[in-house]
């Protein structure tokens, strides 16, 4: 069994930054990349950022791109989001996937494994 786990979520006035952690572990857990998504209230799940475990390639929704950092930690199966300059937008709960089934790094339906999600709300 794998599990996913996200922490770090809060509120936060706009300008201001969060950092968001996601450690996934189970027996004979691995995974290619693991990624975070997003989801706002009556919107659909969105991508937010990914990162490969092989040569920690990145890749970002055009929204986030300068403001957020995604990083991981190999040896933790973990993955970090650092979030700056955060705006009522960003507002959303984000979840952790892992798992990844290679190809179309973006899309959630390549993802094996999901956290339950960490509220991120940033106030105007």
């Known amino acids: 069994q794998v599990q996913v786990v996200e922490s770090g979520g809060g509120l936060v006035q706009a300008g201001g930054s969060l950092r968001l952690s996601c450690a996934a572990s189970?027996?004979?857990?691995?995974?290619?990349?693991m990624g975070w998504f997003r989801q706002a209230p009556g919107k659909e799940r969105e991508f937010v950022a990914a990162?490969?475990?092989?040569?920690?390639?990145?890749y970002y929704v055009d929204a986030v791109k300068g403001r957020f950092t995604i990083s991981r930690d190999n040896a933790e199966n973990t993955v970090y989001l650092q979030m700056n300059n955060l705006k009522p937008e960003d507002t959303a709960v984000y979840y952790c996937?892992?798992?990844?089934?290679?190809?179309?790094?973006?899309?959630?339906?390549?993802?094996?494994?999901w956290g339950r999600g960490t509220q991120v709300t940033v106030s105007s």
């Open positions: 996937a892992a798992g990844w089934r290679r190809s179309a790094i973006r899309d959630a339906a390549r993802y094996a494994y």
């Open positions: 189970g027996r004979a857990f691995s995974t290619y990349a």
């Open positions: 990162i490969t475990w092989v040569d920690s390639s990145t």
